[in-house]
Nanobody, 127 residues
Framework: QVQLVESGGGLVQAGGSLRLSCAASGRTSSTLAMGWFRQAPGKDREFVAGITWGGGKTYYADSVKGRFTISRDNAKNTVYLYMNSLKPEDTAGYYC????????????????????WGQGTQVTVSS
């Protein structure tokens, strides 16, 4: 089992920045791809960004490409999501997730690919 705890959400003005963190505990997460998803009220959960277990590959949703950056520090069992140039449409609950398969060579982008989820952290961007 992998336990995930997100932090770093909050209220920010449009154009601002936030850094989300996802701390993993339990079994090692260093061999698992990690992803960030978000869900706004009344909308489906959507993939935001993901990173392979070694950190060599990343993948972003088109809506955040060039504004968000995902990284991981396996020594600290932590994944980060740096969010810049935030827009009101980025407002959502943000969820960290860990892959259900080890050492996957590509970044999974569907929620069913992830077995472990955090409780989420709210990001609100005001206009």
């Amino acid at each position: 089992q992998v336990q995930l705890v997100e932090s770093g959400g909050g209220l920010v003005q449009a154009g601002g920045s936030l850094r989300l963190s996802c701390a993993a505990s339990g079994r090692t997460s260093s061999t698992l791809a990690m992803g960030w998803f978000r869900q706004a009220p009344g909308k489906d959960r959507e993939f935001v960004a993901g990173i392979t277990w070694g950190g060599g590959k990343t993948y972003y949703a088109d809506s955040v490409k060039g504004r968000f950056t995902i990284s991981r520090d396996n020594a600290k069992n932590t994944v980060y999501l740096y969010m810049n140039s935030l827009k009101p449409e980025d407002t959502a609950g943000y969820y960290c997730a860990a892959d259900r398969n080890e050492r996957r060579l590509v970044v999974p982008t569907t929620s069913v690919s992830y077995a472990y989820w955090g409780q989420g952290t709210q990001v609100t961007v005001s206009s």
